[in-house]
């Protein structure tokens, strides 16, 4: 009869914290741009542990917390308004 041991449960529970986590501790985030707010501004995502960054308006990172994902989101839309305004412009003036 074959008996398995109670202990390979046990470490298995015990070893809880994740080790991408650990390996930004000590290497670093691998952050790349997941959101491209204006041509100034982006979100910056960690590959390993899913932590986010932005610009903020010194032009730093800073962590991504709601409030300035709410100021991004607010960026967002001026910057596709004013976008568009742009094109709009300049396909008109290629018209005539
Ligand atoms: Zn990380």
Redesign the pocket.
Known sequence: MLVIPNFIDMKKSTSNQSP??I??DIF????EVSKKVTSHVKEYT??????QLTTNSNGNLTELTPKFKEINTALEQIYTRRMMRLKQKTLSSSIY
Request: with cysteine; glycine share 8%.
């Open positions: 991408l986590k390996y930004c670093g985030h691998k952050y960690c590959k390993c542990c899913k932590k």
